[in-house]
C-alpha cells in the first residue's frame, strides 16, 4: 500500500500539479452547479415555442417565455415589452429559459467562485459585483461570472486583512457588513462600466475563434489537445471550464453547440475499452467489460484513464477517435442543447433530442459521432495493442509495468532506487512483481517516517475517516467510496465513515485519503497529516483488502 506520513514533504512535481490545480479551480466553478445547467435544459427542451411541450396553453407561453399577457391572462408572473412583427408593443412573460439562463446561471457560477477563494463572505461579494457584469452587456455573462467572481473575493480578502485585530470589540459585525456591502457595490459599478463591455469583447473574439476554426474546418485538431489531457485528469477542467462557458452561450443563440461534445463524446473511451476487451491481456483484458458499462452509461470517463495509461500509445487512437467525432458534428451540424455531465450515452441522448437542437435528426447525428469516434477509436487501439501483444506476453507481467513505473516516476517528480529495482523485475512473474512492489512501498513508509513505520503502512495513524478524493469530487471518487464502504461493511466494521470529496475540498478531518496516484501530491498538499493511499482504479484495486485489514487489525488491537 503506497502511504506517506503526516508532515512529510515531497516534491510534487510543480509543473503538472500547478496545471491540474488551475484546472480543478476553472472546473471547480461549474461542476457544483451541473443541475442548475441540466434543469435549465429540460426547461428550455420542454416549454420554448419549439419545444417537447410547446404546444401546451397556457403553461408553455408562460414558462418559455413567449406568451402574451394580454391575451393569457395570468395574473402576477413577470413581464416584460416585447414587439410584435408588425411593431406593435406587448406585455410578454418572462418565464423561465432566460431568466435562468441570464442570471440565475451565471450568479451561482460566481457564488461558487467566491466561496472557494474566501468562503461564504468571498460568495457574497463575488455575487454583488458579477451581478454588475450581467446587467452591464446584453449576451450570458459565464466568462464574465469565472473572472470577476474569484476577483471579488480575492479583493474582499485583501481589504480584511487590512483591519483584522485592529477593530473595537462590538463593531466587528458593523465594519464586517458595510465593508463587505460597500466593496460589492464599487465592484458592480466597475462591472458595469468596465468589465462588462471587456467581456462582451473577449467573448466576441473566443465565439470567432470557434467559428473560424469551424469554418476553416480545424476544429477536430482540438482533439490534440483535447484527449491527452483528459487522461492527465483535466478532462473536467477542459470540458466544464472551457467548453461549457462557450456552449451555453452559442446554445442560447442557435439551440445547441458542438462544444458540449468535443470533450463529453463517449466514443473515444468505448472504443478503447472494446479494444483492450478483445486485444488486451491480463487484468486489463479481464476487467476492460465491466469498465464499458461504468464509462459509457454511466458517464464516469476516468475509468478509461489508467488503460491509456498503461500503455500511452493508445492516446494516439483517443485522439483520431475525438477528432472522427468532431468531424462528424461539424460537418452534419450536430450539437448538445445543454452541457452532458455527467458524460454518459443516457445524458448525451437528453441533450441532443431537444427539439431546439434539430430533434430527431440531431440526435441521429450526435449517434453517429459516437459509433464512428469508437470505430475509429477501437481499430487504431487495436492494431497497437496487437503490434505489442507478444512482448506483452513474453514479458510475463502484462505489458504495462514500464509505463507504470514511468507514470509513478512522474508522479513523484524524480528517480527512485527503489523503483529502478522494480524496473528490473520485470523479467520476472507476477509474484515477483507483487513483492518488489511490497519492498517498495515497505521502505518508502520507512524512509518518509524515519524508521519508525515499515510494511508499507502507518500502524499509529487510527482511521475513522476515509475520504475519497477525486478531481471534482462527483464521479469516480463516489464510485470508489461505493465500492471500499460495502467491503468494510461486510468485514463487520461499523464505526468508520467513508464519503467522497473534491480535492480541493479536502480538510483535516480525514485520516485515510485514497486518490488516483495522478492525483496524490495535490491530496497530499491539502491534508498532510492524513495517510495517503494512491491506486490505479477506484474500481477494483487491491489496495482496497490492505485498508480494510489495516481498520480491523486497528479495531481488534483497540478492543
Not at 297 to 309: D, K, M, R, V, W
Amino acid at each position: 500500500m503506497t502511504t506517506t506520513s503526516p508532515g512529510v514533504a515531497k516534491d510534487p512535481g510543480r509543473a503538472r500539479v500547478a496545471v491540474q490545480r488551475f484546472g480543478t479551480f476553472l472546473s471547480g466553478m461549474i461542476m457544483p452547479n451541473i443541475a442548475a445547467f441540466i434543469a435549465w435544459g429540460f426547461i428550455t427542451m420542454l416549454f420554448i415555442p419549439l419545444g417537447w411541450l410547446g404546444w401546451w396553453e397556457p403553461v408553455a407561453p408562460l414558462l418559455g417565455g413567449f406568451g402574451n399577457a394580454d391575451v393569457i391572462g395570468w395574473q402576477g408572473a413577470m413581464t416584460a415589452l416585447a414587439e410584435a412583427p408588425d411593431g406593435a408593443t406587448f406585455p410578454q412573460y418572462v418565464g423561465l429559459v432566460g431568466p435562468m439562463i441570464t442570471y440565475l446561471l451565471p450568479l451561482l457560477i460566481a457564488n461558487t467562485a467566491g466561496r472557494m477563494v474566501y468562503g461564504e463572505r468571498g460568495g457574497v461579494v463575488a455575487t454583488i459585483a458579477t451581478m454588475g457584469v450581467i446587467v452591464g452587456t446584453n449576451i450570458p455573462m459565464f466568462l464574465g461570472a469565472m473572472i470577476m467572481g474569484p476577483i471579488a473575493a480575492l479583493l474582499t480578502k485583501w481589504m480584511d486583512r487590512i483591519w483584522d485585530g485592529k477593530i473595537k470589540p462590538g463593531f466587528e459585525m458593523l465594519v464586517n457588513n458595510f465593508s463587505a456591502g460597500i466593496l460589492g457595490m464599487l465592484l458592480a459599478i466597475v462591472g458595469f462600466f468596465v468589465f462588462g463591455p471587456l467581456m462582451i469583447g473577449i467573448s466576441a473574439v473566443l465565439g470567432a475563434a470557434v467559428g473560424w476554426l469551424v469554418s476553416v474546418n480545424l476544429l477536430p485538431l482540438v482533439s490534440i489537445i483535447v484527449e491527452p489531457a483528459k487522461v492527465l485528469f483535466l478532462n473536467n477542467a477542459i470540458n466544464h471550464g472551457v467548453f461549457t462557458p462557450l456552449g451555453v452561450e452559442q446554445a442560447a443563440e442557435t439551440g445547441k453547440s458542438i462544444l458540449f461534445l468535443i470533450e463529453a463524446n463517449p466514443g473515444p473511451g468505448l472504443g478503447l475499452l472494446l479494444a483492450f476487451t478483445f486485444f488486451g491481456i491480463g487484468a486489463a483484458k479481464a476487467s476492460a467489460p465491466g469498465a464499458i458499462i461504468i464509462q459509457f452509461f454511466g458517464g464516469i470517463h476516468e475509468i478509461y484513464f489508467p488503460y491509456a495509461l498503461a500503455k500511452p500509445a493508445t492516446i494516439l487512437a483517443l485522439i483520431a477517435g475525438g477528432a472522427t467525432g468532431v468531424t462528424v458534428n461539424m460537418l452534419f451540424n450536430g450539437g448538445l442543447a445543454f452541457p452532458a455531465a455527467p458524460g454518459s450515452i443516457i445524458a448525451v441522448t437528453a441533450a441532443a433530442s431537444s427539439p431546439a437542437a434539430g430533434g430527431i435528426g440531431n440526435l441521429l447525428v450526435v449517434y453517429l459521432s459516437v459509433l464512428l469516434a469508437a470505430a475509429v477509436t477501437f481499430v487504431v487501439a487495436a492494431v497497437i495493442l496487437r503490434a505489442t501483444r507478444k512482448r506483452d506476453l513474453e514479458s510475463g507481467l502484462g505489458g504495462d509495468l514500464s509505463a507504470a513505473i514511468a507514470q509513478t516516476e512522474a508522479n513523484k517528480g524524480k528517480e527512485s532506487a527503489a523503483l529502478a529495482g522494480l524496473r528490473a523485475s520485470a523479467g520476472n512473474d507476477a509474484r515477483a512483481e507483487h513483492d518488489a512492489d511490497e519492498a517498495y512501498n515497505e521502505a518508502e513508509t520507512a524512509r518518509a517516517t524515519g524508521g519508525e513505520a515499515s510494511g508499507g503502512r502507518l500502524e499509529t495513524k487510527q482511521i475513522t475517516n476515509i475520504v475519497f478524493a477525486c478531481d471534482a469530487g462527483m464521479g469516480s471518487s463516489a464510485m470508489g467510496a461505493s465500492v471500499l464502504r460495502n467491503k468494510i461493511t461486510k468485514a463487520g466494521i461499523t464505526d468508520v465513515t467513508v464519503t467522497n470529496k473534491a480535492i480541493a475540498n479536502l480538510d483535516d478531518s480525514a485520516d485515510l485519503v485514497i486518490t488516483q496516484n495522478q492525483l496524490t501530491d495535490r491530496a497530499r498538499q491539502k491534508t498532510p497529516g492524513a495517510v495517503h493511499v494512491s491506486v490505479d482504479n477506484f474500481m477494483n484495486s487491491p489496495r482496497y483488502d490492505e485498508v480494510v485489514e489495516l481498520v480491523r487489525d486497528q479495531h481488534q488491537d483497540g478492543a
